[in-house]
């Protein structure tokens, strides 16, 4: 096996991984907000998911440096590319923020009832935000990696991945009858 190959494959594991965590995560987020109650169980999923994610991350990083290395005029000739890594720093930031301030804050409300836990109440909006956030930007990496190249700009493409996630969070608004609860509770 070449080093070409083998960069691939890790690539292609470490998505799998990052990706594959961050929906588990994203799940058990949306089960919590359903049920209104989050059990230590469910942070330790939640931690397990996002160690998981930064695994994933990790390998990718790694693998993709090996990739880039291999050709980088090509690779920095490419909006494809260039949307891609824009994708992936959203896909870290959002993780920073998702296991740096918001499980925290979920470990703090642990078998309390989340729509009276003050903290959750004032997080709600970003808390949609983040899930989504999350959700798309996996799926959008994993559509960028399969696609061979793009017919946009790095521009057009950035516009798009932005009005998917606002579509994203409108529906996330609209579909989850329990956040609606909950933030119409704290009006």
């Given at each position: 096996?070449?080093?070409?190959?083998?960069?691939?494959?890790?690539?292609?594991?470490?998505?799998?991984?990052?990706?594959?965590?961050?929906?588990?995560?994203?799940?058990?987020?949306?089960?919590?907000?359903?049920?209104?109650?989050?059990s230590a169980t469910e942070i330790r999923f939640i931690e397990l998911g996002g160690s998981i994610v930064w695994v994933g991350i990790f390998i990718?990083?790694?693998?993709?440096?090996?990739?880039?290395?291999?050709?980088?005029?090509?690779?920095?000739?490419?909006?494809?590319?260039?949307?891609?890594?824009?994708?992936?720093?959203?896909?870290?930031?959002?993780?920073?923020?998702?296991?740096?301030?918001?499980?925290?804050?979920?470990?703090?409300?642990?078998?309390?009832?989340?729509?009276?836990?003050?903290?959750?109440?004032?997080?709600?909006?970003?808390?949609?935000?983040?899930?989504?956030?999350?959700?798309?930007?996996?799926?959008?990496?994993?559509?960028?990696?399969?696609?061979?190249?793009?017919?946009?700009?790095?521009?057009?493409?950035?516009?798009?991945?932005?009005?998917?996630?606002?579509?994203?969070?409108?529906?996330?608004?609209?579909?989850?009858?329990?956040?609606?609860?909950?933030?119409?509770?704290?009006?």
């Open positions: 096996m070449d080093f070409g190959t083998f960069f691939v494959i890790a690539h292609l594991i470490g998505f799998a991984l990052g990706a594959g965590g961050a929906f588990v995560t994203d799940a058990i987020f949306f089960t919590s907000i359903r049920d209104r109650v989050i990718s990083i790694l693998s993709g440096l090996g990739l880039f290395m291999a050709d980088p005029g090509t690779f920095l000739a490419s909006s494809k590319f260039q949307l891609k890594m824009t994708v992936f720093l959203v896909i870290v930031l959002n993780g920073l923020v998702i296991h740096r301030i918001h499980a925290p804050m979920f470990g703090r409300a642990v078998g309390r009832q989340l729509h009276t836990h003050p903290e959750f109440k004032r997080r709600i909006p970003i808390l949609l935000l983040s899930g989504v956030v999350s959700t798309v930007s996996w799926l959008t990496a994993l559509t960028l990696g399969t696609l061979r190249s793009i017919n946009y700009t790095y521009t057009e493409g950035l516009a798009i991945y932005a009005l998917v996630i606002m579509a994203g969070v409108i529906g996330a608004f609209l579909v989850h009858p329990t956040a609606f609860r909950i933030l119409w509770k704290l009006k």
